[in-house]
């Protein structure tokens, strides 16, 4: 169990990071073609940051982590190491419709309809956890 402490910390390390990192990302992921795409690349970078991160923090904790301090730095690195992956893969997400269409409304179409079915798909899982905990 985590003490309400090192929980704000986890969770302000991510938020710190997401914050730096995302306009890096953005710029970057602008300026530089890399041989799998413009936006591939970034996808394959944050991807390979996420699952692991996501894992790290979410399962056991490892044996070798066995004092106060260790743990504290390792809920406190794998958030921001998340943040940064999943700032990788948002960016090169929401930039990649640019890139499908010159058209204005051919864009606003797309980024609509891809909010339309992102809150669908929120309030989906939403609902279908709020079902299984009431039933559990």
Same mark, same amino acid.
């Given at each position: 169990?985590?003490? /309400?402490?090192?929980?704000? *910390?986890? &969770?302000?390390?991510?938020? #710190?990071?997401?914050? =730096?990192?995302? /306009? #890096?990302? $953005? #710029?970057?992921?602008? @300026?530089?073609?890399?041989?799998?795409? @413009?936006?591939?690349?970034?996808?394959?970078?944050?991807?390979? &940051?996420?699952?692991?991160?996501?894992? $790290?923090?979410?399962?056991?904790?490892?044996?070798?982590?066995?004092? +106060?301090?260790?743990? +504290?730095?390792?809920?406190?690195?794998? /958030? *921001?190491?998340?943040?940064? $992956?999943?700032?990788?893969?948002?960016?090169?997400?929401? *930039? #990649? =419709?640019?890139? &499908?269409?010159?058209?204005?409304? @051919?864009?606003?179409?797309?980024?609509?309809?891809?909010? *339309?079915?992102?809150? $669908?798909?929120?309030?989906?899982?939403?609902?279908?956890?709020?079902? &299984?905990?009431?039933?559990?």
């Amino acid at each position: 169990m985590l003490s /309400p402490v090192v929980a704000g *910390a986890a &969770l302000l390390s991510g938020q #710190i990071t997401d914050g =730096v990192t995302t /306009p #890096i990302v $953005g #710029i970057c992921s602008d @300026k530089f073609k890399c041989a799998f795409g @413009k936006r591939n690349t970034w996808y394959y970078f944050g991807s390979l &940051l996420v699952i692991p991160s996501f894992a $790290g923090i979410f399962v056991k904790t490892p044996k070798f982590l066995n004092t +106060t301090e260790s743990k +504290t730095i390792w809920y406190c690195v794998l /958030p *921001a190491i998340f943040n940064i $992956g999943w700032a990788s893969v948002q960016i090169a997400h929401m *930039a #990649i =419709v640019n890139s &499908l269409t010159f058209s204005m409304t @051919k864009r606003d179409r797309m980024v609509t309809n891809r909010n *339309a079915l992102t809150y $669908g798909a929120n309030i989906t899982v939403l609902s279908l956890s709020l079902l &299984l905990f009431l039933l559990i």
